[in-house]
């Protein structure tokens, strides 16, 4: 019902930004609410840990590791989600995921959705 897809992932050196987008958008209805947004990553042989979630009406979560350096950013308008992340470290290399939950509206009536994108490479060189 509802495609996401991330993008601006890559490889940068320890020290520098990246910024990864998010867009949701609905493929038989159209996006009426979204309930939260948010990152999430995950390395080989481990679980996918939630990184930043930006919830309505709360002030976004983070995780322990990367306060102060990642910034969360919705745009409710275009459905669309951003990460801001400075002062990247080896340890923030994962593939990266954006996940959207909200509502979807069709022609039959309003579904609540919960939708993963593909995911996108992050790698922090040394």
């Known amino acids: 019902q509802v495609t996401v897809v991330e993008s601006g992932g890559g490889l940068v050196q320890a020290g520098g930004s990246l910024r990864l987008s998010c867009a949701a958008s609905?493929?038989?209805?159209?996006?009426?609410?979204?309930?939260?947004m948010a990152w999430y990553r995950q390395t080989p042989g481990n679980q996918r840990e939630l990184v930043a979630n930006?919830?309505?009406?709360?002030?976004?979560d983070y995780a322990e590791s990367v306060k102060g350096r990642f910034t969360i950013s919705r745009d409710d308008n275009a459905n669309t989600v951003t990460l801001q992340m400075n002062s990247l470290e080896p340890e923030d290399t994962a593939v990266y995921f954006c996940?959207?939950?909200?509502?979807?509206?069709?022609?039959?009536?309003?579904?609540?959705?919960?939708?993963w994108g593909p995911g996108i490479q992050v790698t922090v060189s040394s």
């Open positions: 609905g493929n038989s209805g159209r996006i009426t609410r979204i309930y939260g």
């Open positions: 996940n959207v939950r909200g509502i979807v509206t069709t022609r039959r009536g309003q579904t609540d959705f919960g939708s």
């Open positions: 930006a919830i309505t009406g709360s002030s976004p």
